[in-house]
């Protein structure tokens, strides 16, 4: 895998980072998080075992467009 299968991209003009998550060939979003706890609950929908950990490792997330763990608008 060459990349993270978990995106958290940039954040919005009105707040909030939409999550997509690369499964099966394709990406699918899973909403749009306004804090840490939307996306642990994002990725325990989506079935990581252990998500608040996955927050911080490169392998599970990938942060695009702004610091990780910030959702305020662009």
């Keep these: 895998m060459t990349s993270a299968p978990?995106?958290?991209h940039r954040p919005s003009l009105l707040g909030g980072r939409r999550v997509t998550v690369h499964s099966s060939g394709r990406d699918e979003i899973l909403g749009t998080?306004?804090?840490?706890h939307d996306l642990v609950v994002f990725l325990e929908g989506a079935g990581v075992a252990d998500p608040e950990a996955a927050l911080d490792d490169p392998q599970w997330v990938e942060w695009r467009g702004g610091p990780a763990h910030e959702f305020s608008a662009a």
């Design 6 to 8: 978990i995106v958290v």
């Design 33 to 36: 998080a306004y804090s840490d």
